[in-house]
């Protein structure tokens, strides 16, 4: 996605998130073509390190270098074990790609769906949870407006900025609910740079 000088203009009121996205500069949205591929990478990182998940993925790759609904479920438990996945991911592998076929889903499958009806369809998939929809709802089917209540990064982050340290969970979801209604159209990039700063503040780094 290409971003102009002026695209954040509607969140200078915004202070202190403007003041981090002015710092930072411009970021990539990247994203990755394959849906399903995507779907099943983001299931085998989650719970870990990227480092571990990135390990994880490469030996997946190496073992099936083509990886499509039909020739995930070729791949046997004990064989998805050996490449580092547990019991339950791998079966996770499998529910997904058998759902896949099931549903006779493709890419052109979501084009008329709205963030929240591909939520919907796919957390019907036991082992896919709200979070990992919405990950490949941002970085595979390059959704714009995407906000990540659930994910850690995005509440810690959330909560230096806005100095929200000592609120409870319920509240805190509150609030970020509320302050990401603020963020549309663009809340996929907006969360993109809170990930980076909160890396960067995890780093020592100053900006």
């Excluded at 073992?63 to 791998?90: C, H, I, M, W």
């Excluded at 076929?101 to 979501?110: A, G, N, S, V």
């Amino acid at each position: 996605m290409h971003q102009t000088e002026t695209q954040w203009d509607y969140l200078k009121k915004d202070k202190p998130l403007y003041k981090i996205i002015k710092a930072l500069g411009p970021i990539e949205h990247k994203v990755f073509k394959d849906p399903f591929v995507y779907l099943l990478r983001t299931i085998a990182g989650q719970q870990l390190s990227i480092k571990a998940a990135a390990s994880i993925n490469e030996k997946f790759k190496q073992l099936q270098p083509k990886q499509t609904p039909e020739t995930v479920l070729q791949l046997d438990v004990e064989a998805l074990r050996q490449v580092g996945f547990s019991y339950n991911k791998a079966a996770y592998l499998h529910n997904i790609a058998q759902f896949w076929l099931d549903q006779k889903i493709t890419k052109k499958t979501f084009d008329n769906l709205s963030d929240e009806e591909i939520i919907h369809l796919l957390t019907k998939i036991k082992g896919v949870g709200r979070w990992s929809v919405e990950i490949m709802l941002a970085f595979s089917l390059g959704r714009p407006n995407v906000f990540f209540a659930d994910d850690l990064g995005i509440q810690q982050g959330m909560s230096i900025i806005y100095g929200w340290h000592d609120t409870d969970k319920k509240e805190l979801r509150k609030l970020m609910l509320e302050k990401a209604k603020t963020y549309a159209p663009y809340s996929t990039l907006v969360c993109l740079y809170i990930w980076e700063w909160k890396h960067l503040v995890k780093a020592k780094v100053v900006i």
